[in-house]
């Protein structure tokens, strides 16, 4: 996915293509409506699954979505979104991923989707749902987070280039700048190695999608 200049826009670890642009009747909320993010609910669900049909534009996402709520784990699936008068206009799903280290298989996590409403882009709020993500992460001890997305976007968000850090892709169809990954306090220098995406995001399909030109 791509990043448009100054647009908060909806990067995702697996599919290709720019949020969805079609419109609707009427605004999602107002500017001065105060931005909050919280943990996802159940009652969320359809919400969050219509953050993501208007984003991306496409059912693989919001599908990719369900699977991870209830797929097994090691670790539980971090899910928050971002709410503008009391609706549901952003969404950001942290779920278990695996690094492939020289010491040991450690528990990391995956940052994807993340998707905001296109009546709602260009606000911060993406910006916002990832911060609240790592530090969520942060404060549960895990150690690594990784993504596949726009360097141009994710870069100025706390991200780096994986690969010099010792860290290899899992699919020789990311191109090697969107594959980043943000070390966190629990991180230790012995853990390097390969990136393991779950076995949901391969059986969706959802692996080394993105544009190269991105």
Sequence with gaps: MTSQDQREVSPMSALT?????????????????ELV????????HPAVREVHMRAFGEERVPALVEALRTARAPLAPMSFVATLGGRVVGH????????????????????????VHPDAQGRGIGTRLIAHALAV?????????????????YRT?????????????PSLRIPDPAFQVVRLAAHEPWMT?????????????C????DPDA
């Design 193 to 205: 190695g390969t990136f393991v995406y779950s076995e949901t995001f391969w059986a969706f399909d």
């Design 137 to 153: 992460a942060d404060e549960q001890g895990v150690p690594l987070v990784f993504l596949e997305g726009s360097p141009l976007y």
């Design 37 to 44: 993010i919280r943990d996802e609910t159940d009652a969320d």
């Design 157 to 169: 968000r706390g991200f780096e280039a994986a690969s010099p850090l010792g860290f290899r892709s």
């Design 17 to 33: 293509g720019s949020p969805a642009g079609s419109t609707v009747s009427s605004p999602i909320a107002s500017a001065a409506e």
């Design 207 to 210: 692996v080394g999608l993105r």
């Design 92 to 115: 950001v799903l942290l779920s278990a991923s695996r690094l492939d280290a020289p010491r040991r298989i450690v528990d990391v996590m995956s940052l994807s989707p993340l998707g």
